[in-house]
């Protein structure tokens, strides 16, 4: 009888000595199948915080990109929308033409500015409507200077049509003494008055 006790405690250490060994490795592997899971959760995460950062990154350059494409688009359309902008800029292509007291007629210098804005006419802007405004100084009366003004304008478009052209290109207009480029009352002020400007109106 005690040897049958005896083995039977033996089978039962033997027993729980198994199961505390067996319950051991399951720990082990536990603590092993969780190690990963961490690892890959960490993983993920950082991957999904590199890749908000590139959108990020790539949206603000995306927005300085167009944002460097619509100034130049809006210096664009206020150059061909607006009429300020394009007298504005014609008055930086074109040259100012001058005339003597009292005269309409060409002079040399007259001549050579014309040269100069008729091949900027021809090469830039050949279908181009230019307004040539005549203008005079405030000597005189109002209707006599509107009366220069125009002949100023005509003598002008009648010498780029010389040059090539075309008249139904170009346009005038006389505003007398009534748009002075220089106040003033002496001669250095109304040579700068007898004038021709040009305007790009179409």
Known sequence: MKKSLVAFLAG??????????????????????????VAAEKTDAAKRAEKAELAEQSRLAEQARLATQVKPAQNEVMSSDSPQASSAAAKNVFETVYFDFDKSDLRQDARDVLSKNAAVILKSMPRAKIQIAGHCDERGSAEYNLALGEHRAKSVQKYLTTLGVKTENLSVISYGKEKPAVNGNDEAAWAKNRRAEFAVVK
């Open 12 to 37: 039962i250490s033997i027993a729980a000595l198994l199961a505390g060994g067996c319950a051991n490795k399951e720990v082990v592997k536990k603590e092993e199948a969780v190690v990963p899971v």
